[in-house]
């Protein structure tokens, strides 16, 4: 929709149906997922529903659909090699998160796993390799084992292996404990 008409239609809309309208569009972006996810085939509908999420909102609803369309999102920018928009939209969806649900929820974590993916790809190895410990600490304290969130990321992905000597590892869920 042309900023134009979004400006009119915003300033002809009565004041309190705002909230009910935002939250309808909120809803309806957030089950708009391409039928396949995890390919590229999937970018230019995800495209389409990023800039409507910014204009939404969207990361500040906190339906459950709404934050996992949120951190597919993240994902869809880190692969299609828009470092800045992932790593913004990813701490910011990880701040909201650790506020809305708390430090151990599984999307608080899925954003700090997603927020310290976009950091390593963008090269600051550093950094991104105590974000991937903090995601994995608590399950590590954990004698039983920890939360099956946390070390579940342990399992990670060929596709997300590289070679780098285990001194140095950074890459999804590293850690010490799991070398």
Not at 132 to 153: E, I, Q, W, Y
Not at 157 to 166: A, D, G, L
Request: with cysteine.
């Amino acid at each position: 929709m042309h900023r134009l008409v979004a400006e009119v239609l915003r300033d002809d809309t009565p004041t309190e149906l705002r909230p009910a309208l935002r939250t309808a569009a909120r809803r309806r972006l957030a089950r708009g997922h391409p039928p396949v996810r995890d390919r590229p085939d999937a970018w230019p509908r995800y495209a389409q529903i990023y800039t409507h999420a910014l204009a939404t909102g969207l990361v500040e609803d906190d339906d459950p659909d709404s934050r996992h369309m949120i951190l597919w999102l993240i994902r869809y920018l880190r692969e299609r090699g828009d470092y800045p928009n992932s790593r913004g939209l990813a701490a910011e969806a990880h701040v909201r998160y650790r506020e809305l649900l708390s430090e151990d929820h599984p999307d608080t974590l899925t954003a700090a796993h997603e927020l310290a993916a976009v950091v390593q790809v963008q090269g600051d190895y550093p950094t991104a390799r105590p974000m991937f410990d903090d995601v994995l600490a608590p399950a590590a304290a954990d004698p039983r084992g920890g939360s099956p969130t946390r070390t579940s990321c342990a399992r990670k992905p060929p596709w997300q292996t590289w070679t780098e000597p285990s001194s140095l590892a950074v890459g999804p869920c590293a850690s010490p404990v799991l070398e």
